[in-house]
């Protein structure tokens, strides 16, 4: 079945340094990937979602992009600030199967160097 | 206004007893999904339904049965309770078929089971 491997649990930054999160994915249909980010108390929420390899998603700073060869999508930021702590998750979503099933990965949980 | 809304927002339940977790939106929207989410393992899908009276197994089912009385209504019931289900649990909806849809999540119902 469709599985995301999200290997960064925790990544811990200073202030306006650049943030990279990486994922690999693996699919036998065609892919779209996104990105959710969950704040703490509230329900995960769309942050990009990219439809096409290659193709950059952008929204609030962040860009996204997926690798078809390498079937890996990776998020960043350049400068992050405190307001970008949260937990993020790649998530791998079916084209074509009729489900609109989404599969999550176990999420990166990012903070500030206090 | 909150789009989809959990209820209750918390809730302790006993070792056997039977739980009920609600879910309404109001996005007009025909898919609605119900997640369990648990530290390390991200958010996993239990049910979800794309008509009312009509659910379908996620990949995590058993110990949990669904029911979509209508298109805005979507319950997850524990019929026996079990310490592993403690959890916190989120409902979502999306509209479409056939592709990729961007899924909005409720702020979730943090379970405990005693």
């Known amino acids: 079945g469709d599985s995301v491997t999200q290997m960064q649990g925790q990544v811990t930054l200073s202030e306006d340094d650049f943030l990279f999160i990486n994922c690999t994915y693996s699919t036998t249909w065609y892919p779209t990937l996104f990105w959710y980010v969950q704040y703490p108390g509230e329900g995960p929420q769309l942050l990009l979602k990219v439809t096409t390899a290659n193709n950059k998603g952008i929204s609030r700073g962040f860009e996204a992009t997926y690798d078809k060869g390498t079937t890996s999508f990776h998020l960043q930021k350049a400068s992050v600030q405190e307001s970008d702590s949260a937990v993020y998750y790649c998530v791998l979503g079916e084209r074509g199967t009729g489900s609109n099933r989404l599969t999550f990965g176990k999420g990166t949980k990012f903070s500030l160097i206090p | ?114």
Not at chain 2, 22 to 51: A, E, F, K, P
Not at chain 2, 70 to 83: K, P, R, T, V, Y
């Open chain 2, 1 to 114: 206004e909150a789009a989809v809304t959990q209820s209750p927002r918390s809730k302790v339940a006993v070792t056997g007893g039977k739980v009920t977790l609600s879910c309404h939106q109001t996005n007009n929207h025909d898919y609605m999904y119900w997640y369990r989410q648990d530290t390390g393992h991200g958010l996993r899908l239990i049910h979800y339904s794309y008509v009312a009276d009509s659910t379908e197994k996620g990949d995590i089912p058993d110990g949990y049965k669904a029911s979509r009385p209508s298109q805005e209504n979507f319950s997850l019931i524990l019929e026996l309770a079990s310490l592993s289900q403690t959890a916190v649990y989120f409902c979502a909806s999306s509209e479409g078929w056939g592709g990729a849809y961007e899924q909005y999540f409720g702020p979730g119902t943090r379970l405990t089971v005693l």
